[in-house]
């Protein structure tokens, strides 16, 4: 599971093109959430959790 969270909805398109090239077989499960602003001093952050 992806969960990704952006400071803008824009982002949206790119995070599908860089995901699609990624995991282009069985991809897992992913949310897409878009804050308004954090204090951090980067635009994207992604929580994965995987099983093998």
């Given at each position: 599971?992806?969960?990704?969270?952006?400071?803008?909805?824009?982002?949206?398109?790119?995070?599908?093109?860089?995901s699609?090239k990624?995991?282009?077989?069985?991809?897992?499960?992913?949310?897409?959430?878009?804050?308004?602003?954090?204090?951090?001093?980067?635009?994207i952050?992604?929580?994965?959790?995987?099983?093998?």
């Open positions: 599971m992806v969960r990704i969270y952006a400071v803008s909805s824009g982002f949206y398109n790119a995070i599908n093109r860089v699609a990624y995991f282009s077989v069985n991809p897992p499960a992913r949310t897409f959430v878009p804050v308004a602003s954090w204090p951090m001093e980067f635009d952050e992604i929580e994965c959790v995987a099983v093998t």
